[in-house]
């Protein structure tokens, strides 16, 4: 185990070599000194590297498994990719009377299905850049963030002229041509076609990290749809399709996950081996990522509470977590985006940067997130349990106003320590 992967695995660091005495002390290399842990580098890049996001794909074989031939008959090189913009004739009374129309549809039949040159040429004029986190609904851990760059899908659809009865715009990518591996999202067409001032658009994704997109993060081309967990970035896009369908068919509505979720204001602990033993007076620095959902974040606090191996578990809502003593940790600082951002991305080219200040608007910006830590000082020898949670814009800890129903994983995360004599 490298550096690298220690810090990004272990929740807790400890100060010096000595004080782990578990197994990774044997493995890790010296860690810095972190008696003053703002010193120290994160434990997460603002920016995640495209191939070191957690996977989450679908498909057998996965698309991005393919090779050589079987890559270009899939269409998913940059010059075999193209994307098909269709009208659904659906209808059905009494929800659906007319079927959606639309004057260009964009097939292959018809030769005039969406190439990249043709995307990256409305970029020219309508490429926007900005941060954003990844997340699934289902999994307990960011898998990542990046500056994702591309085209609002309202820009797209204008390529197929005036359009009619059309009130959900679906969208899925490759699938082996087998529809059983079809795995489908939607938005509703207000929702691709309006934007408040200040919120990001739903778009068509062909850069990460000012790189193309490869294949094994969904390139050449994404959707994605900043607001929401994962499930409505569909990869390896090559297919949207106009419905006056006004329902959900989300291939994710059928795993019983709220489909119009948006992404959690929630604090998440970075995964250790439990208990993580530390020994008595070493510092302790607790570490974590924070993603700042629909309702913001003002802060992020941690508890730690004396246990011993017969203390039951603790409910989110029990009254002592509740009026437990909850301390504040300190937020990563935003980095230099000079620095962060490869040249032709100048850091005022990303939303949500303001020009004067030359800093983020707010950090971390609604949909992105950023690391934490907090210093857990002077523990007796003992077991403990430690817990973060944030505090949305409205003041409300998690997990409330926003308990899970499959909406999201936003649960009070714990890990045990252990502190030796
Ligand atoms: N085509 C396709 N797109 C997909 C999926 C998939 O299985 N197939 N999984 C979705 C889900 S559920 C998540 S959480 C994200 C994960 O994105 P990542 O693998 O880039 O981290 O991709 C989404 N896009
Ligand atoms: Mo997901």
Redesign the pocket.
């Known amino acids: 185990m490298n550096r690298r992967h220690f810090l990004r695995f272990g929740l807790l660091t400890a100060g010096t070599l000595p004080s782990l005495d578990s197994h990774f002390a044997a493995k890790a290399e010296p860690v810095a000194n972190l008696t003053n842990p703002s010193l120290t580098p994160p434990a997460h890049p603002t920016l995640t590297p495209a191939l070191k ?7 057998n074989p996965k ?1 991005y498994t393919l090779e050589g031939a079987a890559l270009e008959q899939a269409r998913l090189t940059p010059e075999t990719w193209r994307c098909e913009i269709t009208a659904d004739p659906f209808t059905e009374e009494p929800h659906t009377k007319y079927a959606a129309s639309i004057a260009q549809p964009l097939t292959l039949k018809n030769g005039k299905a969406l190439d990249l040159p043709a995307l990256m040429d409305l970029g020219k004029q309508h490429e926007l850049h900005f941060l954003k986190a ?6 307990d851990t960011p ?2 963030q990046g500056v994702w760059s591309g085209v609002p899908l309202s820009e797209v659809l204008k390529l197929c002229g005036k359009m009619e009865n059309v009130r959900r715009i679906c969208f ?4 082996n041509q087998d529809p059983k591996q079809l ?1 489908k ?1 939607s938005v509703s067409y207000t929702q691709c076609m309006e934007t408040p001032p200040g919120e990001l658009p739903v778009f068509l994704a062909y850069r990460l990290n000012t790189n193309a997109i490869p294949l ?3 390139g050449p081309v ?1 959707m994605v749809v900043p607001w929401s ?9 090559q297919h949207i399709s106009l419905t006056n369908d006004a329902r959900i068919s989300d291939t ?1 509505a059928t795993g019983n996950n709220d489909p119009d979720s948006f992404l959690k204001t929630a604090a998440y602990l970075d995964k250790t081996s439990e208990p993580l033993k530390f020994k008595e007076g070493a510092p302790i620095v607790l570490r974590g990522q924070v993603i700042s959902g629909l309702s913001g974040l003002k802060r992020v606090e941690f508890w730690v509470r004396r246990v011993d191996e017969h203390t039951h578990t603790l409910a989110d809502d029990a009254p002592e977590l509740l009026a437990a003593p909850w301390a504040p940790c300190t937020l990563e600082p935003e980095p230099d985006w000079s620095r962060t951002l490869p040249q032709f991305i100048r850091p005022g080219d990303l939303r949500g940067f303001n020009q004067t200040t030359g800093r983020m608007t707010t950090w971390p910006p609604r949909y992105a997130m950023c690391s934490y830590f907090a210093s857990l000082e002077n523990l007796p020898p003992g077991l403990y349990e430690v817990r973060a949670r944030a505090i949305d814009g409205n003041n409300i800890a998690q997990p409330e106003p926003r308990p899970s129903q499959k909406s999201g994983k936003n649960a009070i995360q714990v890990r045990r320590i252990e502190v030796k004599s």
């Open positions: 996001f957690v996977d989450v794909s679908r498909g698309p990844m997340q699934c609904l289902n999994i898998l990542g899925w990518g490759f699938h795995f999202s094994l993060r969904g994404r967990h994962g499930y409505k970035s569909i990869k390896w896009l994710y």
